[in-house]
């Protein structure tokens, strides 16, 4: 192999001290950049016919994309002290809108309303509005349960070989966050189900866990799945099944169930065929004209497949698989059980999302309805996404070779002060070796002192040698 090629070029600049934070940086923000411009491509026409301004939904997405760049900025300064303290309040918050969003939604129901309000408050299917401000409480849960379980799994060590101790106390929570969001949203749930993964994954939990948390998880699926028929999610009493209906859709081929319940799905596939190799061009996509259902959000891989084609969406793919590297690197190189147990939750969670979005956009999974992260349109998802890779971005600098390249040739005052201050060095650095003496001792002469076993040679005795009196 060539040491000047490019695998060697390439080994070289992965060595740096700096490597894992500027590929998160670099990956996550093409990603963002190409899900503006998608999201623009695909809302232009039908804002522009139903509002006369083509920019609507850019400009809000955009004014999320800012929100979101601020929650970076703020999350790349925290500590890991800073996130386990945190972990608690935000498992509470999460825990407690999510209870609030479903308590009006049962209320909704009750009266034969779409919405419920209370005052201030408005509940739909996944949203809440408090005071006219917009929070999706399931895209909070799963930032809450990245710290939580993290913290706590971090905290218990060594002990996890016990069922008692992931029996408490995160099994208990991990089942009201499903129940919580699982019975208005699955495809949410199995986010969480993907961090509950990650964290036990990399907590090192044994094999027959997960052997039996897989049998009690597709048994709770089947369950939620279930509860549609009793009015769960957007469900009605009396009423199809439809989440059943999408696994059964999702069986079937689109050519036979175009016109009864996979029109999406069918619609999703013309899209992929129309954009071939290389795409249609950017903006000139046929299927958004209100042809394809949820183009912006849910079914925006679809509308990047027909204006950019397979090349499209090779891009996205491998920067998607550029995160989950650099993701699992920042856990193998810390110092820290929480930082090592976060950053993997983290990288489960968006890159399974995405896998999930994915494949049941191209017709490998059923559809859940899941946004794909930095892509589709949404503003609470963007946010708390942009707030996890900032809480990554602090990881990557607190790295053992990067906090020490970073203290060793720190940057201007006003950079650490408008960006990010330094990082904690590791606890196991070395201290420089103490200056030599000016008249050191020669290394021979000291083994031959300190030797045990040999023993210092005393002078002749004068009166043994004359042979005594």
């Known amino acids: 192999m060539d040491p000047t090629g490019p695998l060697a070029a390439l080994r070289g600049l992965l060595a740096r001290p700096l490597a894992s934070y500027y590929l998160l940086i670099s990956s996550a923000g093409l990603l963002l950049v190409i899900g503006l411009t998608m999201v623009f491509s695909a809302t232009s026409v039908r804002e522009y016919a139903t509002g006369g301004n083509a920019f609507a939904a850019l400009t809000k ?28 309040p935000a498992l509470l918050v999460a825990v407690g809108l999510l209870l609030l969003l479903n308590l009006l939604l049962v209320v909704a129901r009750l009266l034969n309303q779409e919405t419920a309000r209370f005052g201030p408050l408005e509940a739909r299917l996944l949203w809440l509005f408090i005071g006219g401000i917009q929070v999706q409480p399931s895209e909070l849960a799963k930032f809450a349960l990245v710290l939580w379980g993290a913290h706590v799994l971090a905290r218990k060590g060594a002990a996890l070989g016990w069922w008692r101790e992931l029996a408490t106390p995160l099994f208990p929570v991990v089942v009201l966050l499903f129940v919580l969001v699982g019975y208005n949203d699955v495809g949410t749930m199995l986010c969480l189900l ?5 964290l036990l994954w990399s907590a090192g939990v044994r094999m027959r866990v997960f052997a039996t948390l897989s049998v009690v998880g597709l048994a709770g699926v089947g369950l939620l799945i279930a509860a549609a028929s009793l009015g769960a999610g957007s469900g009605e009493r009396g009423q199809e099944n439809y989440r059943l209906a999408r696994l059964t859709l999702f069986i079937r081929p689109p050519d036979e169930c175009f016109e009864s319940g996979c029109y999406q799905m069918g619609q999703a596939r013309n899209a992929i065929d129309n954009g071939g190799w290389f795409g249609v061009g950017l903006g000139k996509s046929v299927l958004k004209w209100d042809w394809l259902p949820e183009a912006q959000n849910d079914f925006i891989f679809a509308i990047v497949a027909e204006e950019l084609g397979v090349v499209g969406c090779a891009v996205i793919l491998a920067l998607f698989a550029v995160l989950a590297y ?32 994915i494949g049941g956009v191209v017709g490998l999974l059923p559809v859940t309805g899941v946004p794909l992260p930095f892509i589709s349109d949404g503003g609470s998802a963007l946010v708390v996404t942009l707030a996890a890779i900032g809480m990554l ?19 201007a005052r006003w ?22 003496a000016r008249n050191p001792v020669p290394k ?11 023993t210092a040679r005393r002078p002749a005795d004068p009166d043994r040698r004359r042979g005594g009196d």
Request: with cysteine; net charge positive.
């Open 326 to 357: 650099t993701g699992l690197r920042i856990a193998r190189r810390v110092d820290d059980s929480f930082r090592r147990l976060a950053a993997s939750a983290v990288t489960a969670w968006l890159v399974g999302q995405a896998v999930i979005n």
């Open 194 to 198: 993907a961090v509950v993964v990650g």
């Open 415 to 436: 950079v650490r002060l408008l960006w990010a201050p330094l990082p904690p060095l590791p606890a196991g650095r070395r201290r420089p070796a103490p200056k030599a």
């Open 444 to 454: 021979a002469r000291t083994r031959r002192q300190e030797s045990p076993g040999r």
């Open 61 to 88: 997405q955009a004014m999320f994309a800012v929100i979101g760049i601020g929650a970076f900025w703020f999350c790349q300064r925290l500590p890991a002290r800073t996130y386990r303290a945190l972990s608690r």
């Open 393 to 411: 971005a602090s990881f990557a600098r607190a790295e053992p070779d990067a906090a020490r390249a970073l203290h060793a040739r720190p940057p």
